[in-house]
């Protein structure tokens, strides 16, 4: 599971040609001077999370990429239900599970909201077809969601079946570091709020994904079905398309 990853940032190397070791023996007077693999993705590192912005010598950049949300359902009926400590462990589990679907297709886990894990492909690695990656990504979430159901409920200790809802959009965000006290680089745009809207629509279980990511996708899915959706805070209904798992 863990090929993926590379003893080098892959980040700093596409951006500044400079190989930073983040691994193996030779990863060691990096990891003195702090530096070490980013908890975003296992191939980028700590420079990379404060210096892109400063790389690309704006404090905001404009990126096309996009942004899955991937939301773990039933998690109020759950902690109701569930020990506090073995909600903790399901959470965990279930981040361990998505967390690698996703870096292998160079996508990053910028954030976890709620119980939603919020991710970004084609920034800062790039991948031209971000798109495709990010559904593929979705459908290893969803499979392994459905397969791990014994084990989510042995973790529990209760029989509430863990769902998962995923949400796609694709499009132009900003990026860039946001907030006074605590800097961290974030994405911001309507196409993180579309990417929330969606994902809130989408059926347990279901991968929904927007018309504009559609349109990349269409050869591998040619005849899903549109579907209208009056989605809160969004005036006019949008089209949604169901990719089948
Ligand atoms: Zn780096």
């Given at each position: 599971m863990d090929d993926f990853k590379s003893v080098y940032c892959k980040g700093c190397w596409q951006q500044m040609k400079v190989p930073i070791f983040i691994r193996g023996p030779?990863?060691?007077p990096f990891r003195l001077m702090g530096i070490r693999p980013s908890r975003m993705h296992p191939n980028l590192c700590t420079i990379c999370e404060s210096m892109f912005t400063k790389v690309k010598k704006n404090k905001q950049i404009e990126i096309q990429a996009t942004v899955m949300f991937a939301d773990l359902r039933g998690y109020t009926r759950l902690s109701e239900h569930a020990d506090p400590a073995n909600i903790a462990r399901l959470l965990d589990k279930f981040y361990d599970e998505c967390a690698p679907a996703i870096w292998k297709r160079d996508g990053i886990i910028n954030k976890m909201i709620g119980d939603a894990v919020l991710s970004i492909f084609n920034f800062p690695l790039e991948r031209h077809n971000h798109v495709h990656q990010a559904v593929m990504a979705g459908i290893e979430i969803q499979r392994k969601c459905r397969d791990m159901q014994s084990e989510f409920s042995a973790i529990s200790g209760v029989d509430t079946p863990v769902k998962i809802g995923i949400g796609i959009h694709t499009g132009t965000a900003s990026i860039g570091e946001f907030g006074t006290a605590y800097k961290d680089f974030t994405i911001i745009g309507s196409v993180v709020n579309k990417a929330s809207r969606i994902q809130g629509a989408a059926q347990?279980?279901?991968i929904l994904i927007s018309d504009d990511a559609y349109s990349s996708i269409k050869g591998d899915y040619p005849h899903l079905e549109p579907r209208?959706?009056?989605?809160?805070g969004i005036d006019q209904p949008i089209i949604a398309y169901t990719v089948p798992l």
């Open positions: 030779i990863s060691f347990n279980g279901e209208a959706y009056n989605l809160k």
